[in-house]
T-cell receptor
Framework: EAGVAQSPRYKIIEKRQSVAFWCNPI?????LYWYQQILGQGPKLLIQ????????DSQLPKDRFSAERLKGVDSTLKIQPAKLEDSAVYLC????????????FGPGTRLTVT | AQSVTQLGSHVSVSEGALVLLRCNYS??????LFWYVQYPNQGLQLLLK??????LVKGINGFEAEFKKSETSFHLTKPSAHMSDAAEYFC???????????FGAGTRLTVKP
């Protein structure tokens, strides 16, 4: 079974530029999550999708971050414009609907904002 | 809202020694509790989970954790450390009413030869 795929793996941009991350979850997983992991901290949930609907985006900085999950499969997370404090690893995870806690994580995208 | 606290950002043990990583949780409803492991440049991998069944939970790679409601703890243990156990370990809690998972800050485990 293929795991959660993310791209790119690494990205370096200057502040005020925009960036987009892509995630392809495990086939059949209805729930998709985006996390932000700042160096030295645990992952923080940014947004959770159930199929193509948003379940929770309470911690998403909506003035600069946006995410979508078209057709309930792939998802993209965008930052525009980026700030220095957005430097982090962005993790995508997926799970079967109703299966608590068994989230499968992708390798992440390491973003550096200079 | 639920939360977890991991005591000790860095734990160092000798190969073959007991591994003990501490986690305390806070939750207003019965929690689900998890331990994840993260190897360098990789995503998180589920080690084990507690979902209100047996209080002693066995996971992969010889790890286990015990849910102690009276102490609000869910410490992770392994009897004998192996060099390959060196990684970052995260404790997490999820509200049983939703799947909003909150992670601790992590504990970096170093295993000395």
């Amino acid at each position: 079974e293929a795991g959660v795929a993310q791209s790119p793996r690494y990205k370096i941009i200057e502040k005020r530029q925009s960036v987009a991350f892509w995630c392809n979850p495990i086939s059949g997983h209805a729930t998709l999550y985006w996390y932000q992991q700042i160096l030295g901290q645990g992952p923080k949930l940014l947004i959770q999708f159930q199929n193509n609907g948003v379940v929770d985006d309470s911690q998403l900085p909506k003035d600069r971050f946006s995410a979508e999950r078209l057709k309930g499969v792939d998802s993209t997370l965008k930052i525009q414009p980026a700030k220095l404090e957005d430097s982090a690893v962005y993790l995508c995870a997926s799970s079967l609907a109703g299966v608590w806690g068994e989230q499968y994580f992708g390798p992440g995208t390491r973003l550096t904002v200079t | 809202a639920q939360s977890v606290t991991q005591l000790g950002s860095h734990v160092s043990v000798s190969e073959g020694a007991l591994v003990l990583l501490r986690c305390n949780y806070s939750s207003s409803v019965p929690p689900y509790l998890f331990w994840y492991v993260q190897y360098p440049n990789q995503g998180l991998q589920l080690l084990l989970k507690y979902t209100s069944a047996a209080t002693l939970v066995k996971g992969i790679n010889g790890f286990e954790a015990e849910f102690k409601k009276s102490e609000t703890s869910f410490h992770l243990t392994k009897p004998s450390a192996h060099m390959s156990d060196a990684a970052e370990y995260f404790c997490a809690v999820s509200d049983t009413n939703n799947n909003d998972m909150r992670f601790g800050a992590g504990t970096r485990l170093t295993v000395k030869p």
